[in-house]
C-alpha cells in the first residue's frame, strides 16, 4: 500500500499582535506543524500556514498605550512570533500578517466579489461591541445587559454606519453542509453547540467600522474612505489570500485547506461564518474545522495579572523542546482542556521518554554492543518473533485512523503499547540467557526484532519529536524518509543489516522543578477541588478579591438633581441623585467640608447603587457617591465625560 501523493494544507489561527506568545499559541503552532511534518513524511504535497493578525481597535489601542504607530507596534509583535516558531522548527511554508500587500488586496477584492454577488448591504450598526474579542454581541446575549459573554469586559456601545453580510440568508446552507460533513467540525461534541447556535438562529453580521481607521479600507469602488473592514473578515480571510487569492493565485491548488486548527474560544469564527463567506465566494468549505481546549496552570486560568502565564519558550529551555511537544500532545486529548504542571510535565519526561523510549535505545545499544559488535541483522526475525510482529503491526495499522480524527493523544498512546511489547520482550526472551545457553540465532533475533519495533516507532513519532528522532535515527542508521516509511511501516518490511552507533542519553532523568513558579501567587487545590489563590507573597495588595466579586458591586453614573444641607450636621449633604430609575435616590454623602450643594447641582457622579438602605441622622440613605480623599482633601469621582444617566461602571 501506498500513500497517493496529494496536496494538503493546514492552517494555524493567525495570533493577534497585542501580546506575545503563550502556551496557547505554542499548542496550536505545535499541533500543526506535528501533522504537517506527518503529512509530508507520508508523501503528501504539503503547506502549513501561521502568521499574525494586525488590525483592529484592540491592536491600535495596545499601539497607542505604547506610544506607537499601530504599524511600528505589529512589527515588533510580530517578528517576535516568527522568531519564535522559528527557534521552535516549526515548518510553516508561509508566515503572513494581514498587514502585507498582497493580502490587503486579496481582501479588498473578496469584498467586492461578495457585495457583487448581493450578499452586502449597507445600513447602520447600533449595538454592543466587546473590544478585547473584536466581537459584537446582541443585547440579549450580554451578561447583566452590558458585560461581553465572552470574557466578561465591559462592551462599549457603537452606532454607526456600516456595512452587513447577509449571514441569515446562510442558515440553511450552513445546516445541510454540516449534516451532508460530519467531520466537517471536530470534536464532534463542538460540532454539535455550532449546529444548535445556527438552529437558533443568524443574524446578519456587521462587517465594516468608521470609527477607528486601523483596518483594511474598504475597496475603492465602493468609495468608502471612512470604512474599514471588520477585523474578522480581514483575518478569516487570510487562508485563502495566503495561497495568493485575488492577486498571484499559483498555489490556489492547495484550497480548500484540509484542516483549521483554532482553539475553542475562535471556533463559531470559523465554523460559522467563515464558510458563509467562501459559499458568497464561491469557494470550496474547507474539510476539517478542528477545535482544540484551553491550557489553564496548576489548574488556575493564566493571566498576565496573575503573573502565571506559562512562556513557552522558558519550557522548551528548561525541560527540551522535543519533550515540551509531546507533552502538549500527549497530556490532553484533543478538544478538552488541558493543566500545565511541571510536576505533570516531569513524570511524562521521567516515564513516558525516558524509560519507555530512552531506555529501549539504550538496551539496543547495550545488547547489540555487548553481544554482536554493534551488527544487527533482521533474518530471523519473523522465524522467532512472528507473534510481536503481528501485534505490532496490527496497531500500526490503526494508526492513522487516530490522526484523521484528531485523537493524537491516542496516536501516541497506541505508540506507546508497542514500546511495551518491545520492552516486554527483552525481559520475556532474557538474551542474556540465550547468550549464554549459545542460542545466539535467537539472540539476534530478539535485538533485530527490538531494533526493527524502534525503526517504526521513530518514523511515527518523527513529527512529534523531530530533534530527538534524528538522535534515534543516527543510532540505528536509519533515514527519516518517506521511502522508508512506505517500506517499515505500510509494506511491514523489516531492516536491512544495520550498524548500531551509540549516542548519548536521549532523555536524562529530570529531578528538579526546572522553572520559577508562578511569582505573584501560589495556587492550591482547597478541600472541595477549588483552586485557591495563597496570599503571602503578594506585595500589593492583600485582600484581593475575583472579577465576579468585583461585578457583586454595581456602580452607575447619576446626575445630582437636588442637594442640600442636613441640618445640624457638620459633615452631611442630603442629595437627590437620578439613575435612570422610576424615581431619583435620596443619598446623604459626608462631603459638606469640601463641596457646597449648590455647586453640586446638575454633576455627575458615580453611585454604588445596590447597597442596603441606611438611616443617617434620620435620614434613609440609599447609596453611596465614590469618592478619594488625601491629605489635600477629598474629590468626587465622576466619568471624564459625561455618560448617560443609569451607565453601570466596569
Ligand atoms: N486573531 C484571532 C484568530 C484569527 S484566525 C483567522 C485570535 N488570536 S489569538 O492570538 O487571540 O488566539 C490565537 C489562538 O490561541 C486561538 O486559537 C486561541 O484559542 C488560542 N489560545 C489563546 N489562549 C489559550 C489558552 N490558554 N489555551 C489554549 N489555547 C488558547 O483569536
Given at each position: 500500500m501506498q500513500n497517493s501523493c496529494k496536496n494538503v494544507y493546514i492552517t494555524t489561527p493567525i495570533y493577534y499582535v497585542n501580546d506575545v506568545a503563550h502556551i496557547g499559541h505554542a499548542y496550536t503552532t505545535i499541533i500543526a506543524d506535528m501533522l504537517a511534518r506527518y503529512s509530508r513524511l507520508i508523501g503528501h504535497n504539503t503547506y502549513l500556514l501561521t502568521g499574525t493578525d494586525e488590525h483592529g481597535q484592540k491592536i491600535a489601542q495596545s499601539a497607542e498605550a505604547r506610544n506607537k504607530t499601530p504599524k511600528e507596534y505589529a512589527d515588533e509583535i510580530s517578528g517576535k512570533f516568527r522568531s519564535l516558531w522559528d527557534e521552535f522548527d516549526i515548518t510553516y511554508d508561509k508566515f503572513i500578517r494581514t498587514t502585507d500587500e498582497e493580502h490587503k488586496i486579496g481582501v479588498q477584492k473578496a469584498f467586492l466579489k461578495m457585495y457583487e454577488n448581493g450578499d452586502i448591504y449597507k445600513g447602520e450598526y447600533e449595538g454592543f461591541y466587546c473590544v478585547p474579542c473584536e466581537t459584537f454581541y446582541p443585547e440579549s446575549q450580554l451578561i447583566d445587559e452590558q458585560f461581553c459573554p465572552e470574557c466578561g469586559r465591559a462592551t462599549i456601545v457603537v452606532k454607526e454606519e456600516s456595512y452587513f453580510f447577509k449571514?441569515?440568508?446562510?442558515e440553511d446552507k450552513l445546516l445541510k453542509w454540516y449534516e451532508e460533513n460530519?467531520?466537517?467540525?471536530?470534536?464532534r461534541a463542538k460540532k454539535n453547540e455550532i449546529v444548535n447556535f445556527v438552529r437558533n438562529g443568524l443574524k446578519d453580521l456587521s462587517?465594516?467600522?468608521?470609527?477607528?481607521?486601523w483596518g483594511v479600507k474598504l475597496p475603492?469602488?465602493?468609495?468608502?474612505?471612512?470604512h474599514v473592514m471588520y477585523v474578522w473578515l480581514d483575518a478569516l480571510l487570510n487562508y485563502t489570500t495566503a495561497l495568493g487569492y485575488g492577486t498571484d493565485e499559483k498555489n490556489m491548488n492547495f484550497w480548500p485547506a484540509n484542516i483549521h486548527l483554532v482553539g475553542k474560544d475562535i471556533l463559531r469564527f470559523h465554523a460559522i461564518y467563515w464558510p458563509a463567506f467562501l459559499m458568497s465566494l464561491n469557494l470550496p468549505l474547507p474539510k476539517h474545522i478542528a477545535a482544540h481546549g484551553w491550557w489553564t496552570r496548576d489548574g488556575e486560568k493564566m493571566s498576565k495579572s496573575k503573573g502565571n502565564v506559562v512562556n513557552p519558550k522558558e519550557v522548551a529551555d528548561a525541560y527540551g523542546l522535543d519533550a515540551f511537544r509531546y507533552f502538549l500532545l500527549r497530556e490532553v486529548p484533543f478538544g478538552q482542556d488541558g493543566d500545565f504542571s511541571q510536576k505533570a510535565l516531569i513524570d511524562r519526561i521521567n516515564s513516558?521518554?525516558?524509560?519507555?523510549?530512552g531506555n529501549l535505545l539504550n538496551r539496543i545499544i547495550g545488547m547489540s554492543g555487548k553481544y554482536f559488535d554493534y551488527n544487527v541483522s533482521s533474518k530471523d526475525v519473523e522465524k522467532f518473533h512472528k507473534k510481536e510482529i503481528e501485534e505490532v503491526n496490527s496497531i500500526v495499522d490503526s494508526l492513522e485512523n487516530y490522526i484523521y480524527n484528531m485523537q493524537i493523544n491516542r496516536y501516541l498512546e497506541e505508540i506507546w503499547k508497542i514500546l511495551t511489547i518491545a520492552n516486554k520482550a527483552i525481559n520475556d526472551y532474557e538474551p542474556w540467557n540465550l547468550i549464554k545457553d549459545g542460542k545466539n540465532d535467537q539472540a539476534m533475533a530478539l535485538v533485530a526484532l527490538i531494533t526493527n519495533i524502534m525503526a517504526k516507532v521513530a518514523l511515527l513519532l518523527d513529527s512529534v519529536m523531530p530533534h530527538k528522532i534524528k538522535d534515534i535515527a543516527n543510532c540505528l542508521g536509519v533515514e527519516i524518509s518517506t521511502e522508508n516509511y512506505n517500506k517499515l511501516i505500510l509494506n511491514k518490511e523489516f531492516l536491512n543489516d544495520v550498524k548500531i552507533t551509540k549516542v548519548d542519553a536521549l532523555f536524562p532523568r529530570v529531578e528538579d522543578i526546572l522553572l520559577a513558579q508562578p511569582q505573584t501567587s501560589d495556587v492550591t487545590k482547597t478541600e472541595d477541588g477549588d483552586s485557591k489563590v495563597e496570599l503571602?507573597?503578594?506585595?500589593?495588595?492583600?485582600n484581593l478579591i475575583t472579577i465576579d466579586k468585583f461585578f457583586e458591586t454595581t456602580i452607575k453614573v447619576g446626575t445630582i438633581i437636588e442637594a442640600q444641607e442636613v441640618p445640624k450636621s457638620g459633615k452631611l449633604l442630603l442629595l437627590k441623585v437620578d439613575l435612570g430609575e422610576n424615581r431619583p435616590r435620596q443619598i446623604l454623602a459626608g462631603i459638606k467640608e469640601f463641596y457646597s450643594a449648590v455647586d453640586l447641582i446638575g454633576t455627575q457622579a458615580c453611585v454604588v447603587a445596590n447597597l442596603k438602605p441606611a438611616k443617617l441622622m434620620g435620614y434613609v440613605s440609599e447609596g453611596m457617591l465614590l469618592a478619594a480623599k488625601d491629605e489635600n482633601g477629598l474629590s468626587l469621582i465622576r466619568p471624564e465625560k459625561p455618560k448617560k444617566i443609569g451607565t453601570k461602571i466596569s
Open positions: 449571514l441569515s440568508s446562510y460530519p467531520d466537517c467540525i471536530l470534536p462587517i465594516s467600522r468608521t470609527s477607528f481607521d475603492k469602488e465602493m468609495n468608502e474612505p471612512k513516558d521518554l525516558g524509560n519507555d523510549l503571602e507573597k503578594l506585595d500589593i495588595e492583600d
